[in-house]
């Protein structure tokens, strides 16, 4: 690493944070770039959080990258916000503007698209089944409406919550929104291009989603936003049939460029050895 006393510094904030791979992200490019920077772990109690922002920004911090479980307060302390934050209610980037201004942006939203873009294209005209209604399927809504999605249907273990989401959404997307329950995935199967989980199920710890693929058309897509095991049950179910897959490391790649670009000043690139590199790192 090298560091002046005119280096650039940013933050990633979370409690715990030594699981965190931004550091990891971004200390890549920093080497790549040859940037005078570093992105500093800083584990923080959610009750001290706005203090410590506030802190940040008199140290001279460019901003902070924000994980769990401080996403929402990020949104709520920031002065303006992008439409992914909106949606989300939830912010993951936070850039302290010279002026004393913070602005918060969404960028697991722009993680995703990205991600769909460099394996699909665009999805104009795609019917799109989406499981999850937490905070990182409100982004992937609003993803999914970027990239030309013409329905979304939103599948929740706890159907209520996905109908909120869409009612919720509805205002701010082109896409037609639907809602239904994990149990409606055999009659939408037949009828979808794409298959996102934003739920937590498969991830290392937690059970593997109750649902199977069976009855995807062949040429359809499946995405899990899980990176922790890359290779989710239900993306093995998935490659098993013939299906494209697509893990969640690209959506871990795509959203650190945004934060890498406010903090750094250069745009970082996407790259395999970033992906080697990351790999290495998850498996370590
Ligand atoms: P995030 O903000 O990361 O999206 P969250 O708000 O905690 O996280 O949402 C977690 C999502 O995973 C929810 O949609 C949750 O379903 P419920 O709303 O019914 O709780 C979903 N989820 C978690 N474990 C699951 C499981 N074993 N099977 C299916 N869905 C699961």
Redesign the pocket.
Known sequence: MTLTGKGKIAGVIGWPIAHSVSPTLHGYWLGEEKVDGALVPLAVKREDFARVVGALQLAGFRGANVTLPHKEAAFALADQCDDAAKAAG?ANLLIFHPQGSIEARNTDSVGLRESLRESLGDLKGRAVVL???????RGAVVALNELGASRVHIL???PD?AAHVAKALKPMVASTLEAGA?EDWPKLAASADLLVN????GMTG??A??LEVAGLKPSAAVMDIVYNPLETPLLTDAKARGHITIDGLGMLMHQAVPSFEAFFGVRPKVTSGLRKHLERSLNA
């Not at 934003?198 to 199920?201: G, K, L, Q």
Request: net charge positive.
């Open positions: 939830a499981l999850g209604a937490g905070g990182a399927a929740n273990r706890d919550k994990l934003t739920t937590s199920a937690h059970p989603l109750a």
